[in-house]
């Protein structure tokens, strides 16, 4: 039997429990709130590897109007608040996986680091490798999808550090070339030219060139995906019979960019090329059913993609808290 509540009666209900029990001078309700959060990562088993996510925070982007074309804003915003997300401001996470094999930490991507571009929710992921008993000293390999600021960025501290000591250095020769030319500083890239030769440059002579299908490091396999950047690659990441793939930035967001995947994105170098590549990846993830983390995608990142319709859906994957 089911028992019909109406609005009315559910607010009456919890104004006389409010009344009589959240009020009532127990000492619960005069506990200090805490003010504080869980740890920034999360850990899953990837057949013999150990894979720890960490965070290097919250990614604001603003009002998506200008950001993600291809759509009218009233698509967009429809698209948002239909999936209950803020339609004027965009906020994207910063996933980072650091896969132990055993023999080697590996490290994909740095975030932010000093750099206070997209506000002060950035720069985290020191702590929360600190948060998940990760030292970084003890990383073996740093892996990147690509040489944007919010990728190359926690290479080295505010004072020029190495943060990162016995690493090497893994990138695309075509990306890092781009990024670090010292002629595209005079143009609207300035600010992520400064910032990858600020990262990239204090470990050039430790730097390796990944090439495309290119099994790097044993387990990691670049694929290219170029349009976001010249040398954007995502990894398939590999370990038994277990596998998934590190996006990087393939799709920025898990509703505008999966619905409507040919949609362009501002940031993009080349976003038809982006699209081009954004689908063709896509359509191969979800034919063979291969888990996905993605980058910028709400925390932890983990997931499946799926064909729906002309574009694709992704379902996150429950988080487990045992390993």
């Known amino acids: 039997m089911t028992y019909p509540v109406s609005r009315r009666s559910l607010f009456a209900l919890t104004a006389g429990l409010g009344a009589t029990t959240l009020f009532s001078g127990n000492a619960l309700a005069r506990e200090p709130k805490l003010g504080t959060q869980s740890p920034y990562f999360h850990r899953f088993m990837l057949g013999d590897a150990e ?81 998940a008993g990760i030292k970084p000293e003890d990383i073996d390999a740093v892996v990147f999808t690509h040489a944007h600021i919010d990728h190359i960025g926690g290479v080295v501290d505010g004072s020029g550090k190495v943060l990162f000591p016995n690493a090497q250095y893994y990138i695309a020769q075509s990306d890092f070339d781009y990024w670090t030319d010292e002629g595209r500083m005079s143009g609207p890239l300035k600010e992520f030219v400064v910032h990858a030769r600020k990262n990239l440059l204090p470990v050039r002579d430790r730097l390796v060139f990944y090439r495309d299908g290119q099994e790097f490091l044993p387990g990691i396999q670049a694929l290219a995906a170029p349009g976001h950047t010249v040398g954007h690659h995502i990894f398939m990441i590999s370990s038994g019979d277990k596998s998934f793939a590190f996006l990087g930035d393939l799709t920025h967001h898990q509703i505008l960019l999966m619905e409507r995947p040919r949609m362009e994105f501002s940031y993009d170098t080349d976003p038809k090329q982006a699209a081009e590549s954004r689908v063709r990846m896509l359509d191969m993830l979800a034919a063979n059913k291969i888990m996905v983390m993605s980058y910028h995608y709400p925390w932890p990142g983990l997931g499946h993609v799926v064909k729906s319709g002309e574009g694709f859906h992704y379902l996150p994957q429950p988080m487990q808290m045992l390993l």
């Open 51 to 131: 894979v720890t996510v960490v965070s290097d925070g919250p990614l604001p982007l603003g009002n998506p109007k200008g950001t993600f074309t291809g759509a009218s804003d009233d698509e967009i915003k429809k698209m948002l608040t239909d999936n209950f997300l803020n339609p004027d401001n965009i906020v994207l996470e910063q996933n980072s996986p650091v896969v132990n094999t055993g023999d080697k930490l590996v490290l994909f991507d740095t975030g932010m680091g000093t750099a206070r571009t997209f506000g002060p929710t950035t720069g985290r992921q020191q702590k929360s490798m600190a948060e």
